[in-house]
């Protein structure tokens, strides 16, 4: 008996005759039961209108077939010949939305990471109100989104917008913030002022697990904060960093809400990033078949940049190991 109590478990379910113990398949099919309605739901959430509007990227599906889409005559690559026709004018509509994005996109992930990560180095120091003033800093990011933006939309306003007022700018001289070219710029900083708290709250999150003992080693070897941040603080927040730029990225070049709710349905051109020029296409000319290809290459870029980026920070990931 003791002898068989001392066997490893693989031993005992060989001495039983090679059958598993009685319960253990139950045990092992449990966490796929459980996760089964999660896939199922997000199946049905994400991966069916997926489809669906891959197949209307094939169509000229317009107002017309409304009723019954799966009726709209066969495009086949017409309408991605129509998006990618950049001597037209839709495609150079949409090659300028493109443009826009990537310059919205980089201001805004560029500005909020700084803000974010100077935050939460601030933030790393014991003082008296540290716990009230990280609470404050995430405010913007626990607001819900529409009433955050309609309150920038109100004072950013010309004549009664608290910004031109807050800047003594009032009259015939007063700046318009959401028409023309201030418009890209009041849109990049909302969208810093709604990201930067994430940005905030995943590097401090990462700070808590550097090691005190590696500061007051640089500290003792002469070096200043400047150095501490560039050579211990950076290299240990590499692996955050490069999950929180690429999230930010993706949220960023997708974002839609921002500028719809700041401007409208129909966005300055300075401004007009690449989901509202998709949002028109599709609801505002009401031609479905090539607001869904338009959808379905900015699939596709976003999942090359994805690739290439996890590409290359895997490859220095293993070249710094």
């Keep these: 008996m003791t002898a068989l109590l001392d066997q490893t478990p693989a031993a005992r379910t060989a001495a039983a005759g090679g059958r598993p113990p009685r319960g253990r398949g139950r045990r092992i099919a449990l966490p796929y039961l459980l996760l089964l309605p999660a896939v199922l739901l997000e199946l049905l959430v994400h991966l069916v209108p997926m489809l669906v509007g891959l197949v209307m990227s094939f169509r000229k599906l317009t107002q017309f077939y409304i009723r019954n889409w799966s009726a709209a005559p066969h495009a086949g690559l017409d309408n991605y010949r129509v998006v990618l026709d950049f001597d037209s004018a839709v495609g150079r509509s949409l090659l300028h939305s493109f443009w826009v994005t990537i310059a919205f996109t980089a201001a805004s992930v560029g ?26 800093f995430l405010v913007p990011y626990a607001l819900p989104m529409y009433a955050a933006v309609i309150t920038w939309a109100f004072m950013l306003q010309r004549d009664t917008g608290m910004v031109n007022a807050l800047l003594g700018r ?27 708290p994430f940005a905030f709250l995943i590097i401090m999150a990462g700070l808590q697990n550097v090691p005190r003992d590696l500061y007051e080693a640089a500290a003792l070897d002469g070096a200043g904060w400047w150095r501490q941040f560039r050579e211990v603080t950076q290299p240990l927040l590499r692996p955050v960093n490069q999950v929180l730029l690429l999230v930010l990225f993706l949220w960023t070049f997708n974002d839609f809400n921002t500028p719809y709710v700041l401007f409208g349905e129909s966005a300055p051109r300075e401004a007009s990033l690449i989901s509202i020029h998709i949002y028109q296409s599709s609801f505002v000319t009401w031609n479905f078949g090539l607001g869904s290809a338009m959808s379905v290459l900015l699939l596709l870029f976003l999942l090359l940049v994805t690739a290439g ?10 070249a710094h190991a």
Excluded: C, E, K
Aim: avoid cysteine; hydrophobic fraction near 50%.
């Design 309 to 318: 980026y996890l590409a290359v920070t895997s490859r220095r990931r293993h």
């Design 170 to 196: 009032d009259g015939p001289d007063a700046p318009f913030w959401l028409i023309g070219g201030n418009s890209f710029w009041s849109l990049v900083v909302v969208s810093v002022w709604r990201t930067w």
């Design 111 to 136: 500005t909020a990471w700084l803000f974010g990560t100077a935050a939460a180095v601030l933030m790393q120091r014991h003082f008296r109100g540290r716990g009230l003033l990280r609470a404050f």
